[in-house]
Nanobody, 115 residues
Framework: QVQLVESGGGLVQAGGSLRLSCVASVRTFSIYDMAWYRQAPGKGREFVAAIGRSTGTTNYADSVKGRFTISRDNAKNTVYLQMNSLKPEDPAIYYC????????WGQGTQVTVSS
């Protein structure tokens, strides 16, 4: 069973930065495609960023391009989301997702942005 634990959320002023982390309890982290999604109150879960398992190719939602950076450290079984220039529309619960044949989700970490 894959377990994903996110951390790093919190309250930040608009224009500020946060770095989210997601640690996976798996034997071979490098085989998983990893992604971040977010869900704001009253809205559906939306894609934020992804990083491939082999080439490390990244992909971003248009709304976060140029502000957010996804990265991974396979030695630490961790994927990161560096969020810069946070905007009032970014607050949400941010979820980590791992995919290798099956899909696994973390419990999420709350991000709040004050204007």
């Amino acid at each position: 069973q894959v377990q994903l634990v996110e951390s790093g959320g919190g309250l930040v002023q608009a224009g500020g930065s946060l770095r989210l982390s997601c640690v996976a309890s798996v034997r071979t982290f490098s085989i998983y495609d990893m992604a971040w999604y977010r869900q704001a109150p009253g809205k559906g879960r939306e894609f934020v960023a992804a990083i491939g398992r082999s080439t490390g190719t990244t992909n971003y939602a248009d709304s976060v391009k140029g502000r957010f950076t996804i990265s991974r450290d396979n030695a630490k079984n961790t994927v990161y989301l560096q969020m810069n220039s946070l905007k009032p529309e970014d607050p949400a619960i941010y979820y980590c997702k791992a995919t290798y044949y099956s899909v696994y989700w973390g419990q999420g970490t709350q991000v709040t942005v004050s204007s």
